[in-house]
């Protein structure tokens, strides 16, 4: 009896565990946006943002060329404003679980593209890593649509 109790457990151990591991990126770019056009954008850093998430977006646009400023708020002058938000969770370390990050209209505040990056503690990526993935998104669905 003790055999098939430390079956079960193991069982349902296994059962549980598949579902901690989510992995999902996704980018969607509105159909008249042309993000090849972006030559300067601001990364409106978000308020309570002591992690430095702003810079390592505005790192990431940089190295595609881009002029990049960053800070609160929004500037005049530039194609596109950036906006983000993360969310983190505990498991033994903290760890950033969602980003999102949307390229916007610097007039209207229109939403040319959004990508998202969401993993669970099991498939974890450092936040540059995120970053790094959320924004090739953005610019390879960008070539696509």
């Not at 042309?34 to 601001?42: E, S």
Request: proline residues 4%; contains cysteine.
């Amino acid at each position: 009896m003790n055999n098939i109790g430390k079956l079960l457990a193991i069982l349902a151990v296994a059962a549980l565990v598949p579902g901690c591991a989510v992995n999902r990126a996704t980018a969607q770019v509105d159909a008249t946006a042309d993000l090849d056009k972006l030559k300067t954008v601001h990364v409106s850093k978000l308020a309570p943002d002591e992690r430095g998430i702003n810079n390592l977006i505005a790192d990431k646009f940089r190295s595609r060329g881009l002029t990049v400023s960053t800070g609160p708020g929004k500037v005049e002058g530039v194609d596109a404003i950036v906006t983000y938000t993360d969310k983190w969770m505990w498991d033994i370390t903290m760890y950033m679980l969602e980003l999102t990050v949307t390229v916007r209209d610097p007039k209207t505040d229109f939403p040319l593209a959004t990508g998202n990056s969401y993993h669970t503690s099991l498939t974890r990526k450092t936040p540059k890593e995120m970053v790094d993935e959320v924004v090739d998104n953005i610019y390879n669905k960008g070539k696509t649509k």
